[in-house]
C-alpha cells in the first residue's frame, strides 16, 4: 500500500443538514464499493491503496456526487504517497485510540 488518501466531500446547494448527509453517505457507499480499506471520520474518510486506484476513487467521488444530485461540490483530499515503499495505515495512525473498535481489533490483534 504506497498511498492513502483523506477525502473531505462538500456539496455546497445542499439546503439540509439531511441532504448533506445523503450526498456524503452516496459518496461514503461508492467508497464502500471499491473493495479498499477506508475508514469514516466526522470531517473526512481516509482511503488507502495502491496510488492509481486512490486517485481513480478520488476523481469519482465528484461523479458520484453529481449522481446523487449536487450540482456544485468541493472535494478536498490529502495524499500520502511513497512510490518506492509503503505509508503507514490508518490501524498504525489512529488503531490505539479506539481499542474497542472491532475495526481495528483484528488487524490490532493481527500486529500483536
Known sequence: MNCSVAIQFLPMDATTDDA????????????DSTG???????????????????????????????????RHMMCYAKINYRPDGDVMSTDRKVGKYHPGDPEFAEKSVEAA
Do not use: R, S
Open 20 to 31: 448533506t448527509c445523503d450526498a456524503v453517505d452516496a459518496v461514503i457507499a461508492y467508497i
Open 36 to 70: 479498499v480499506d477506508y475508514f469514516v471520520g466526522p470531517f473526512e474518510t481516509a482511503i488507502e491503496g495502491d496510488y492509481e486506484t486512490c486517485m481513480e476513487i478520488l476523481k469519482n467521488c465528484q461523479l458520484v456526487g453529481a449522481k446523487a444530485g449536487c
